[in-house]
């Protein structure tokens, strides 16, 4: 190999392989109109304020995942994000201000997944100040800030930089984890009394906790007479409230590096530190009593704190961890529920839950408070405490905000059966063995993308070079193929991104339970989940399945899963909009059906010949798709007439067709499954006799479907006197009469003896004994003797 030829595989390699680092060098402060950053140029591609405090660009946030953001430049700390919810790929992806003035930010070339929305016929540029704050305004502004366009003090995240405002068009959103810059559980934000107020809001519940919320707005040294709504950060170590919250940092008077951020722990802090210092210190924190943040530990837990240890969340006695990774989801029950007729009660000291009460009961004695929780079959404690001198009940529907600290005068008294108690020999001991961090370690974001193998590349380019020994000209070939593969065939990455071209996009839990009213209108059941009606943010009516399972999907598998069917794209199928993959929830988002389900159109005889023929049809091309069309092997193993929607047009759209590879995704020969799938009636003789699972399964629950649609009968049916017919199935009398008419000379005869008396008008009945006839070879017995899927289309397409 020839020498100069060394040193640029060595470039290329320290490219492919060095951690990723933030340059400066030769940034400039204003991006002007017309041009664009690019994620693949992100070292370089920044904006750096005039006094070289801040940066601007963009910042990586997970595996092959980037947000754009704003950050201090020494020992970069995050202030500021575009898209903290939404990060896009490592590769294609950029950020552009347009000629109509709109700053865009673009998700691997195709996606715009943020925007500052504005438009302007004046030249524009995007400056990065002194202070931290991005503004877009027009380019001869200077610093006339009446003429600002757009800025990023506007809309912040979890930060506040000095001279940044807090206002009640704005709140701050805490991360999920101290490396998870997605939005987390806690905000800030006035209230609709004026009060700035922290509030938890979790996945299940939400409640507020600072100012403490038993006290009144005076009692709190806060004022609700007041309307501007503004706090601020100044410079020298003040934040101020127009509430008259005024709080003073310990280093008050020296001018430093501030900001303000809402903590993942709900926890509100002030940091400084020294120019030239790289660590951050803590000037201010809002909450000095860590265990008072609501939702810490979760459901059916308690919160211990001490100095030298830091905060601890255990179990209570009797209940065991849901997520030993994340405490936020608190405990559940060893024992079965509801309480057995002899239940006891485990005295905890100084322990309080604060708020679910089933009431206030002043001056009652411990044994009227367990007297009274004993016979309030929710019951799953009560709470009792002196005040004064009087002994105050509060018992408890749920065992949240849970925290035990000395100050506390009373005792919180916990249900458990008593067939438990063998088990809780201790409850100290008990408290004491389970006890554990409160946060045991936070993770990375993780998302979908697929990283390029950069490895892979570089070991062909080395072979390729040393076989072609020490030919000068070779390297710069080299060189072009290169670059000329990186161009032109973009990597897994960028194929893995096909998904947000559709609209595909991961929703957050709050977003669907907004959706959803609080998952309020039920429109489906079944044995993966319950289907709400929802409506998205941007108008659109959509399906939200809250999957049941949700446990039992990891959230890497998951995300690959959900991902390859969302790739999936026939007009026969019901396009999956988007998935939530947060905590513990795993829901899938469709589009919404105006018709229902074709179970309900049998049922309410609300279907014509034509119409039957057309869903049959349609729905025999939609399984034809899964089982030999899309790139991935997909059966349904769940065909029946539930999971068979209908659109406006009375299009049919198979529904649910993913759910049976989220549940089978470790068979890689699709040959046998952990547990029978499927519906009783519809389910093939292979479930029954556990024999090798093929797409026949599905064939044969088409083809029930088709005779029940047909008939109007369901798959246990009543004989025309109204009585049941035992051991007797829809397939065994369609082809009774079948076998009858098949001696006459009246062929199509049978149709009219078998078809739903509901169906009025004339019908084809060409075409309904086809379609009948094809329903039969359906459900055969013998898989073999069955149709494919495409078959069937054939037959139904003469």
Excluded at 620 to 628: C, I, K, W
Excluded at 760 to 766: K, L, N
Aim: net charge negative.
């Amino acid at each position: 190999m020839s020498i100069s030829l060394i040193p640029l595989l060595l470039l290329l390699l320290s490219f492919t392989t060095s951690h990723y680092e933030f340059s400066t060098c030769n940034a400039v402060d204003v991006m002007n109109q017309g041009s664009s950053f690019s994620v693949e140029n992100a070292e370089k591609d920044v904006l750096v304020s005039s006094n070289g405090v801040f940066t601007a660009g963009f910042y990586p946030v997970g595996n092959n995942a980037y947000s754009f953001a704003v950050w201090f430049t020494q020992n970069p700390t995050v202030v500021w994000m575009a898209n903290r919810d939404d990060p896009v790929n490592g590769k294609d992806s950029t950020l552009s201000l347009l000629s109509t003035a709109n700053l865009v930010l673009t998700d691997a070339g195709k996606v715009d997944v943020w925007s500052t929305n504005t438009a302007s016929a004046s030249s524009v540029q995007l400056k990065l100040t002194n202070t931290g704050n991005l503004i877009l305004q027009p380019k001869y502004a200077k610093t006339d800030q009446s003429l600002v366009l757009w800025q990023s003090f506007d809309s912040p995240t979890d930060t506040l930089l000095p001279q940044q405002q807090l206002t009640r068009l704005t709140s701050l959103i805490s991360p999920r984890s101290d490396t998870n810059y997605s939005s987390g559980f806690y905000k800030l934000f006035f209230d609709n009394d004026n009060l700035l107020r922290l509030l938890y809001d979790g996945p299940e519940i939400s409640s507020v906790y600072w100012p403490d919320p038993w006290l009144v707005s005076w009692n709190a040294g806060r004022s609700t007479y007041n309307i501007s709504r503004i706090a601020v950060l100044d410079s020298l170590g003040t934040f101020t409230s127009s509430d008259n919250l005024t709080v003073v940092t310990a280093d008050y008077g020296t001018v430093i590096q501030r900001r303000l951020k809402l903590d993942s722990d709900g926890n509100i802090r002030v940091y400084g530190r020294r120019n030239g210092e790289k660590e951050w210190y803590v000037s201010w924190q809002s909450n000095l009593l860590p265990c008072r943040v609501h939702g810490i530990c979760g459901k059916n837990s308690m919160c211990s704190y001490e100095p030298n240890l830091g905060r601890n969340c255990s179990c209570l006695p009797g209940y065991k961890i849901v997520d030993e990774s994340d405490w936020s989801h608190g405990c559940v029950p060893k024992f079965n529920l509801p309480y057995d007729n002899i239940t006891h009660f485990i005295p905890m000291e100084h322990v309080e839950f604060y708020g679910y009460d089933f009431g206030f009961y002043p001056n009652y004695t411990f044994d009227q408070c367990k007297s009274l929780c004993f016979h309030m079959s929710e019951c799953k404690g009560f709470q009792h405490s002196i005040s004064g001198n009087i002994f105050n009940c509060y018992p408890k529907f749920q065992l949240l905000n849970g925290y035990r600290s000395p100050n506390f005068a009373g005792t919180t008294f916990l249900r458990v059966p008593e067939s438990s108690l063998l088990s809780i020999s201790d409850s100290k001991e008990s408290l004491e063995v389970s006890a554990c961090p409160a946060n045991l370690g936070t993770r990375q974001l993780e998302r979908t993308y697929v990283k390029k193998q950069e490895n892979g590349s570089v070991k062909f380019v080395l072979w390729f070079a040393t076989g072609l020994g020490g030919l000068e000209a070779m390297s710069i070939f080299f060189v072009w193929f290169f670059w000329f593969r990186n161009k032109k065939e973009p990597g897994a990455d960028v194929h893995s991104y096909a998904l947000a071209t559709n609209g595909f996009r991961r929703f957050t839990y709050s977003e669907l339970k907004s959706a959803t009213k609080g998952f309020s209108e039920e429109i489906g059941k079944g044995a993966g989940g319950i289907v709400y009606k929802g409506v998205l943010s941007d108008g659109r009516v959509a399906a939200i399945k809250r999957l049941r399972e949700a446990n039992q999907y990891g959230e890497r598998e998951f995300l690959a899963e959900v991902s390859s069917i969302g790739r999936l794209n026939h007009m026969n199928l019901i396009e999956m909009w988007g998935y939530c993959a947060e905590a513990k929830h795993r829901l899938l988002v469709y589009e919404y059906a105006e018709h229902g389900s074709l179970a309900h159109n049998i049922q309410s005889n609300q279907l014509d010949w034509t119409k039957m023929f057309n869903i049959a049809f349609g729905t025999a091309r939609g399984l034809a798709y899964l089982h030999e069309e899309c790139l991935e092997w997909i059966l349904h193993c769940d065909v029946k007439p539930q999971n068979i929607l209908l659109d406006s047009n009375y299009n049919p759209k198979v529904a649910d067709f993913g759910l049976s590879k989220l549940l089978n995704r470790n068979d890689a020969k699709h040959s046998s499954f952990s547990r029978i799938r499927g519906t009783r009636g519809y389910m093939a003789p292979e479930w029954v006799f556990n024999l090798p699972i093929t797409a026949k399964v599905d064939v044969y629950s088409y083809g029930i479907v088709v005779l029940e649609m047909l008939t109007g009968k369901s798959v246990t049916m009543d004989d025309d006197s109204g009585l049941e017919i035992q051991h007797r199935s829809v397939v065994t009398w369609v082809r009774d009469k079948l076998n009858k008419v098949s001696t006459s000379s009246m062929t199509l005869s049978w149709v009219q003896e078998i078809m739903d008396p509901a169906v009025e008008g004339e019908y084809d009945i060409t075409k309904m004994d086809a379609l009948a006839r094809v329903a039969l070879q359906c459900v055969e017995e013998e898989k073999n003797k069955r149709p494919t899927m495409s078959q069937v289309v054939e037959i139904l397409s003469e």
